[in-house]
């Protein structure tokens, strides 16, 4: 693509030759002749200096600091800018296309125009498959399932009956949708199983990464719901409901019945207890442990231990294992520190009686 076309699909400016062509999306160090790269944060300011990049993405106020070789695409937040240019110069070859002839599908699957599903496919009886859907290699899409148009299956996903999702959204490989909760009764000590009767239903343009685990409703269902991003390695459990514009990070786990609000951003490896509300655009740091509710919106919320060198650990876990001792000898001190407060106020009342006397 031309400069000059890039700017006019972003809405920006360009400052120097808009004839340049651009054939991929780079690194500001290392971009060559060809590349565009962008510029967010002025501390990396002197990259711009060095720059082989071809036109490089800048904030009004960066301009000034361009060097004379390089053109620029101005524009207010570079980073989506180069979000968006990376879309529009993306050469990543389709998962599948037209029907494969290793492919099982069901006599009454209805498949709208231009599906593409990749060999050794098995797409049982009732489903729905929109427009443009790609469906990778050795994929399972069970009974009665719906998939929306322009929907996209890497290869090895299992998609499991009745579960539905909406268009334009994007499954990684091996992730797994619908499997059963983990719902179980004790009957002196034999485990019984409950049967998950519930589905799990997906909004628009959601993307979930590789090898994530979503759990189908035990009774009712799990939701995801539109605008919604999660990482690789993330469980998410039976009646768990994601709210609109929330991004989890990877290795995050939900217990079930979690409910998560609109637009939070949960950081990797954190875990939820099960039956917790988190309120909207609620901020979760890495490897929090959420045990209760978040009632307040915007919030921010961090626990664990960050790294330390092994000695300084050494000391903080010995100290932590005293932490009780340590409790109880504080109420010993405050108890003794209250009384000699007390006996000391008396003794000050006597005094400035018998001053006034």
Known sequence: MLVKEIAEKLAATVHGDGEVEIHRVANLITAKEGEISFLSDIKYRSHLDDTHASCVMVK?????????????????DPYLAFAKVAQMLNTEPPIAVGVHPSAVIADDVVLGEGVGIGPNVVIGAGAVIGDHVQIGANCVIGPEAKIGSYTKFYPLVSFYHHCEIGSYCLIQSGTTIGADGFGYANDRGEWVKIPQSGRVV????????ANTCIDRGALDDTIIESNVIIDNLCQVAHNVKIGYGTAVAGGTTFAGSVTIGKYCIIGGTSVFNGHITIADQVTISGMCMVMRSIKEPKSVYSSGIPAQTNSEWRKTASRV????????????LEKEVKTLKASADKAADKAADKAAD
Do not use: W
């Not at 009004?60 to 207010?76: D, G, Q, R, S, Y």
């Not at 997906?202 to 990464?209: A, K, M, R």
């Open 321 to 332: 294992l005293h932490i009780n001792d340590m409790y109880h000898k504080l109420l010993d």
């Open 202 to 209: 997906i909004g628009d343009h959601v993307e979930i990464g």
């Open 60 to 76: 009004p106020e960066f301009v000034e600091h361009l060097n004379n070789k390089c053109t620029a695409i101005v524009v207010k």
